[in-house]
């Protein structure tokens, strides 16, 4: 089993700035794709920013610009810089992990219970 524990989110004016973080810890070989998700009320969850374990980043196109994912490997941890912040950004985010294990057993994703971030106008 994988806990996913994320911290960090809160209320901010719009305009000012959050990080987030999210941490991995149980049993597993490696965490591969370590990525950050958001939900409001009645929509789907949409992914914000994705990272491989060798550094290779994906942004969705409202956060490009404005919000920095990064990890440290050493302690399966993820982070999710967000500066400028508008009202729209106000939503749950969820962190989400994709971790891989030895001997044929595959990998598997697993979620975080989620943060929520409001941003105030």
């Known amino acids: 089993q994988v806990q996913v524990v994320e911290s960090g989110g809160g209320l901010v004016q719009s305009g000012g700035s959050l990080r987030l973080s999210c941490a991995a810890s149980g049993r597993f070989y490696s965490i591969s794709i370590m990525g950050w998700y958001r939900q409001t009320l009645g929509n789907q969850r949409g992914q914000v920013a994705s990272i491989t374990r060798e550094g290779n980043i994906e942004y969705g196109d409202s956060v490009t610009g404005r919000f920095v994912i990064s990890r440290y490997n050493a302690k399966n941890t993820v982070y999710l810089q967000m500066n400028s912040l508008k009202s729209e950004d106000t939503a749950v985010y969820f962190c989400?992990?994709?971790?891989?294990?030895?001997?044929?057993?595959?990998?598997?994703?697993?979620w975080g219970q989620g943060t929520q971030v409001t941003v105030s106008s």
């Open positions: 989400k992990v994709r971790a891989v294990y030895v001997g044929g057993f595959g990998n598997r994703e697993y």
